[in-house]
T-cell receptor, first 113, second 112 residues
């Protein structure tokens, strides 16, 4: 089954404790992206990757890091999480190269206390 | 500054009637627009899209209209069904980028 998977689905952590949210897709998509969803703000793009080793900032990259060492994986790293990073996070992928339709993962709800 | 705006946070429609969801944008560099549907506890799913070279695109019960001069797009659902009850996001992408700007969403409730 074609899908985007995220782990963990739920995470409660404390300020400053480094964490990684994994994202994996099995569709051989070139393009992958991370979003956060907050009440009243919709979805905001954090980082995106056009292919392996190619990443760029979205609208809200501060406090986040990403890497794309393999085509299928695109982890989101929070080196020192803060309470304002409490949010619902979505990973997405698409074919890229003119294909705009993105496939989203199920989401990761992160709470930073 | 919100470049993509969905000014109606919610909308209720009777089953069988038309649902019209609206989206306004400010950036004239946007050249591709998409609508996504989101159910609770799930990720958004792609619904329909339109390129700036068109003013209408249809897919079954869903039609998207684009008015470039007004920087406005709308999604029409005809006829509306209870299963259409969800949050709908419009999104826009500037030309030659892989950036996406989403609106804040409109919660549609279709009443049986």
């Amino acid at each position: 089954e074609a899908q985007v998977t995220q782990n963990p689905r739920y995470l409660i952590t404390v300020t400053g404790k480094k964490l990684t949210v994994t994202c994996s897709q099995n569709m051989n998509h070139e393009y992958m992206s991370w979003y956060r969803q907050d009440p009243g703000l919709g979805l905001r793009q954090i980082y995106y990757s056009m292919n392996v080793e190619v990443t760029d900032k979205g609208d809200v990259p501060e406090g986040y890091k990403v890497s794309r060492k393999e085509k299928r994986n695109f982890p989101l790293i929070l080196e020192s999480p803060s309470p304002n990073q409490t949010s619902l996070y979505f990973c997405a992928s698409s074919w890229g190269s003119g294909s705009y339709e993105q496939y989203f993962g199920p989401g990761t709800r992160l709470t930073v206390t | 500054d919100q470049q993509v705006k969905q000014n109606s946070p919610s909308l209720s429609v009777q089953e069988g009637r038309i649902s019209i969801l609206n989206c306004d944008y400010t950036n004239s560099m946007f050249d591709y627009f998409l609508w996504y549907k989101k159910y609770p506890a799930e990720g958004p799913t792609f619904l329909i899209s339109i390129s700036s070279i068109k003013d209408k695109n249809e897919d079954g019960r869903f039609t998207v209209f684009l008015n470039k001069s007004a920087k406005h797009l709308s999604l029409h659902i005809v006829p509306s069904q209870p299963g259409d009850s969800a949050v709908y996001f419009c999104a826009a992408s500037p030309s030659l980028t892989y950036k996406y700007i989403f609106g804040t969403g409109t919660r549609l409730k279709v009443l049986a």
